[in-house]
């Protein structure tokens, strides 16, 4: 248990629509990331925070993708008008008492038909 | 695309062999940490090592690392069944973008019994 739990684990949607996944640490961590794992490949970085600031945004990444973390605890990332490329698994990670060691939450699975 | 090349992308080896899996990248690094994922689970951070360090050790495991060469090995000793898995190299590093975190397709090691 990496104590970082990911909420939904499984989401389809339509194309078009919007979803939110959300990432909660269990305790205190400065950084934290997200990733988009599709099957096959390794995660592909999208973007990170230092507390609650938003340090680094993959450049390959759409504007319809959007995070937050507001209170430098738990975050959320969105995505607007889905499509079908958009399905993978979306994973979070924050690091402990080593700054660079990630631990990675179970992920959640989005499906967009 | 991504940086990190995992080589070989696929290992089938008996328990109790040694398994190696080589990993390199193109830019300059911070630093170079090594994942597992079993199927169907998330990522378990493994090991890090600093682009000052050359080798490290974690039980079973030695990774190496060569800076000129832009490469790094995972060695893991007297394999087991449970060692079945992917094996991701991920660098922490910048490029003429900013910080990145780049993850390689991985490496698929299935270890028989």
């Known amino acids: 248990d990496t104590g970082v739990s990911q909420d939904p684990r499984h989401k389809i949607t339509k194309r078009g629509q919007n979803v939110t996944f959300r990432c909660d640490p269990i305790?205190?961590?400065?950084?934290l990331y997200w990733y988009r794992q599709t099957l096959g490949q390794g995660p592909e970085f999208l973007t990170y925070?230092?507390?609650?600031?938003?340090?680094?945004k993959s450049r390959l990444l759409s504007n319809r993708f959007s995070a937050e973390r507001p209170k430098g605890s738990f975050s959320t990332l969105e995505i607007q008008r889905t499509e079908q490329g958009d399905s993978a698994m979306y994973l979070c990670?924050?690091?402990?008492?080593?700054?660079?060691?990630?631990?990675f939450g179970p992920g959640t699975r989005l499906t967009v038909t | 695309s991504q940086q990190g090349e995992e080589d070989p992308q696929a290992l089938s080896i008996q328990e109790g062999e040694n398994a190696t899996m080589n990993c390199s990248y193109k830019?300059?690094?911070?630093?170079l940490q090594w994942y597992r994922q079993n199927s169907g689970r998330g990522l378990v951070h493994l090991i890090l090592i600093r682009s000052n360090e050359r080798e490290k050790h974690s039980g079973r495991l030695r990774v190496t690392l060569d800076t000129s060469k832009k490469s790094s090995s995972l060695l893991i000793t007297a394999s087991r069944a449970a060692d079945t898995a992917s094996y991701f190299c991920a660098t922490d590093g910048r490029d003429n973008y900013g910080q990145n975190f780049v993850f390689g397709p991985g490496t698929r090691l299935s270890v028989l019994p």
């Open positions: 830019t300059s690094i911070n630093n």
């Open positions: 305790s205190e961590h400065n950084r």
């Open positions: 990670a924050v690091t402990g008492r080593d700054p660079y060691e990630q631990y």
């Open positions: 925070f230092q507390n609650e600031a938003q340090l680094e």
